[in-house]
């Protein structure tokens, strides 16, 4: 104030001296600061003062990463200060996006075609929409491929635009041997899985 006659701004508690003190003696060498040199308030004493720095945002550390609590109170025996693991998120955790294409398992060749219908079904969501690399884990070059593939399999009537699969395949309706006993279904039978019409 103006009717100080020191010009101090306002005392140190006694944890910001001590933090002074440390920082003090690390970078400059000097020990020989006592609370003589610095007006050190004498307020706030015993349980008072931990409370007072608990509720004092301005000296809580807990926002700070481990490294720069190190840097600003020194190593101590705490263990979360040196575990290695206290910063790491969950995002850290998380495989890369998208797969690089020198880590990416090209596709062979011979099974890129429209025909393929099971390769194309792996690359394809439950509501018929192509998925992206996040999802596919595909390379650039191969994610191509594939989705040329699934649209030309889609514009020729092979798979559904949107929606699901069709799961079940009856064949040709209009083949001659239609109402022949297949020896699938004559085996099915003998096993009493299928009644016969």
Known sequence: ???????????????????????????????????????????????????????????????????ARVEVEGPSADDTMNDPFVDLMPSDLNPARKVNRKRAKALPKELLHHNNLSLLRRFVTPG???????????????????????????????IPHLGQWKLEDHGNIHAKDIRMEKDWEKELVDRGLLEKK
């Open 128 to 158: 018929g929409q192509i998925m992206n690399r996040v999802r596919s884990r595909l390379g650039a070059k191969d994610q191509r491929k594939i989705a040329k593939l699934i649209k030309r399999a889609r514009h020729l009537g092979l």
């Open 1 to 67: 104030g103006g009717d100080d006659e020191s010009n101090f701004t306002a005392p140190l508690s006694p944890s910001e001296f001590q933090t002074f003190r440390k920082y003090v003696e690390k970078e400059h060498g000097v020990e020989a600061i006592s609370e003589e040199d610095i007006p050190v308030s004498r307020a706030a004493s015993g349980s008072d003062a931990t409370t007072s720095t608990q509720t004092d945002p301005d000296l809580d550390l807990t926002w700070l990463t481990s490294a």
